[in-house]
């Protein structure tokens, strides 16, 4: 089974601190993705990751970088983190860019900025 | 542009009723892949369906079936003999060929009434 985990199921912060998310796939997947969804949002994409080193912003980057110095670990980053980026966020890995793989996705991390 | 569209914000159903979740995307690409996932109010999305664009017949996985038009581009799921436990998010998503990015849909959620 894959496994997609998430470093944190809640986690509070204050305005202005630097927020790391961390993502871990167990399944040697080469894609991974962050989103964050919003109520009436539905999932938007802020990253995503075709392999090592690699990177690609997504439709909304602002506010956010990303890591992956190894294929297994995809990290996001709040370089000073605001409360309109309170949200869920969810990672996701998918095994490769074929249109038949789905995504799987890890239990996601309920983030408050305050 | 590429677009997913779930009109139907919430709805209800009774237990062991079918329903119908609508989906309909706007492409001209003619490969894409078509996807249902379900989130439950625990957060972890979970993968239900997949249709291939050039796929003839319609997905069907145990209780999903996916009611696929093409020349409508539309993309239903069906849900038959609901289960309280099918009370959940329900988002639709697409991912066209040359493109790492899935777009989703902003999402149905559903209420099985025993």
């Known amino acids: 089974d894959v496994k997609v985990t998430q470093s944190s199921r809640y986690l509070v912060k204050r305005t202005g601190e630097k927020v790391f998310l961390e993502c871990v796939q167990d399944?040697?997947?080469?894609?991974m993705f962050w989103y964050r969804q919003d109520p009436g949002l539905g999932l938007r994409l802020i990253y995503f990751s075709y392999d090592v080193k690699m990177k690609e912003k997504g439709d909304i980057p602002e506010g956010y970088s990303v890591s992956r110095e190894k294929k297994e670990r995809f990290s996001l980053i709040l370089e000073s983190a605001s409360t309109n980026q309170t949200s869920m966020y969810l990672c996701a890995s998918s095994l490769s860019p074929s249109l038949a793989y789905e995504q799987f996705f890890g239990p996601g991390t309920r983030l408050t900025v305050l | 542009a590429q677009k997913i569209t779930q009109t139907q914000p919430g709805m209800f159903v009774q237990e062991k009723e079918a329903v119908t979740l609508d989906c309909t995307y706007d492409t001209s690409d003619p490969s894409y892949g078509l996807f249902w996932y379900k989130q439950p109010s625990s957060g972890e999305m979970i993968f239900l369906i997949y249709?291939?664009?050039?796929?003839?017949q319609n997905a069907t996985e145990g209780r999903y079936s996916l009611n696929f038009q093409k020349a409508r581009k539309s993309a239903n799921l069906v849900i038959s003999a609901s289960q309280l436990g099918d009370s959940a998010m329900y988002f639709c998503a697409t991912l066209f060929s040359g493109t790492y990015k899935y777009i989703f849909g902003t999402g149905t959620r559903l209420k099985v009434l025993a």
């Open positions: 399944m040697d997947h080469e894609n």
């Open positions: 249709q291939g664009s050039y796929d003839q």
